[in-house]
């Protein structure tokens, strides 16, 4: 186990530099990342966030999403793979009995893996759930279809979403291999290629009341919850712009050819290169600093009784991250060709997985509402709404 903010970036510097060297064979293949997401839990870094009233190292906020970023820079589908369960070991803080609590958070100390089957296909939007949860007699049984699943595969728990029989959402903890429960492998997204985000099927799956969370609890109080899972989203995209940008400046010094009227021996030596690369520097580093700050207006306003306004500021200082953070993932991982020339489109090198990443992986909510959220709050004092997408 992990002990402290330190030592969890340590190892999360330690992965990176491991599962970098065959990420690009891996998106290019679609071979899922087994192997390092066996590294991520092993290293303990699957349990940073745990309290350490129940035996973790509850690492900061701003530390969580460092690492995620050095892990995204690298993989980021091996960044996203285990987001989700950072989202729910957050919710099951104030959602959870202290059972509930005890008994996964320990399970994730062990080194069990939480994924997600929260979304679902043909709704009329993300929130719309049709899975349900029954009761028969003193026996719970779920049926339903989920997509969008990431992180189901590679898990020991798969953290299903629904509605009871009073039409309240609730999250059921059921465990891997329990009859009725299947997971399908049918991700094929262009972008974040391995993370398989694909079908999970429950058909009258098994549940004890134990293993059922009263997630609903979670909209009656003020929370930093859906700013806790947007700042590792937007952690994400840092990931991928840094790595998209350390590629460019990697190929111009070593294989790009400077343009005929620049008259230079090198491209790394052509003015107009050196403008565009300082640049894409100055955008990463402001979205950097702007993630950095709002991981640490989480770690202060998480260390008080929060209200409305401070969950409002939280969701509002991740939502300034996440604007930059989107617009530089997909800025640089375009600017890369651009700047490195034909070559670089060659699919040998596979440069185009920054992009697709970039652009599937920002898509998990627009950027356009969080410049409404921000121009609303100062504008108007309106409170951001309350779900995990803001």
């Known amino acids: 186990m992990l002990h402290n903010d330190a030592e969890a970036i340590a190892a999360a510097h330690r992965l990176a530099a491991s599962a970098r060297l065959n990420a690009a064979t891996r998106d290019q293949q679609r071979n899922l990342p087994w192997a390092e997401i066996e590294h ?4 303990g870094l699957g349990s940073i966030s745990i309290p350490r009233a129940y035996g973790g190292p509850q ?5 969580v999403a460092e690492v995620f970023r050095i892990i995204s820079t690298a993989d980021p589908a091996l960044g996203q793979i285990p987001q989700n369960q950072f989202g729910i070991l957050n919710l099951l803080q104030s959602s959870a009995t202290e059972q509930q609590k005890k008994t996964l958070f320990q399970s994730v100390l062990d080194g069990w893996r939480i994924g997600n089957a929260g979304p679902e296909r043909g709704s009329k939007n993300t929130l719309e759930l049709k899975a349900r949860i029954t009761a028969n007699g003193d026996r719970l049984a779920i049926t339903g279809q989920k997509f969008y699943s990431t992180g189901a595969l590679f898990a020991h728990w798969v953290a299903v979403k629904a509605l009871d029989d009073q039409g309240r959402q609730v999250m059921a903890f059921v465990e891997r291999g329990t009859p009725g429960l299947s997971i399908v492998d049918d991700w094929s997204g ?3 290629r391995t993370t398989a985000s694909g079908t999970v099927l429950l058909d009258n799956v098994a549940v004890e009341a134990e293993q059922v969370v009263d997630n609903w609890r979670l909209a009656l109080t003020p929370n930093i919850q859906g700013a806790v899972s947007q700042l590792i989203q937007a ?14 400046i990697a190929f111009v010094r070593e294989k790009s050819r400077p343009w005929i009227d620049a008259k230079v021996e090198r491209a790394s030596d052509d003015l107009y ?14 979205a950097e600093a702007l993630l950095r700050k709002a991981g640490q207006e989480l770690d202060e306003i998480n260390a008080a009784p929060i209200d409305e306004q401070s969950a409002a500021r939280a ?6 991250a996440k604007v930059l953070t989107t617009e530089i993932s ?5 600017k890369l060709f651009e700047l490195a020339g034909s070559r670089a489109t060659l699919a040998e090198f596979n440069f185009d997985r920054h992009w697709r990443n970039a652009r599937v992986h920002t898509l998990h909510d627009p950027v356009r509402w969080k410049y409404h ?3 609303t709050w100062h504008l108007n004092g309106t409170l951001p709404a309350r779900h995990s997408w803001i």
Request: proline letters at 0%.
């Open 235 to 248: 952690a994400i995209d840092a990931g991928i712009a840094r790595g998209a940008i350390d590629d460019a």
């Open 273 to 286: 290169v050196i403008a565009d690369i300082g640049k894409l520097k100055l955008e990463l580093h402001a």
């Open 315 to 320: 969701s509002i200082a991740v939502a300034r």
């Open 330 to 334: 997909l800025l640089a991982s375009e």
């Open 59 to 63: 690492v900061s906020f701003a530390t």
């Open 40 to 43: 991520f839990t092993r290293s």
């Open 190 to 192: 262009f972008g974040q």
């Open 373 to 375: 959220a921000v121009g």
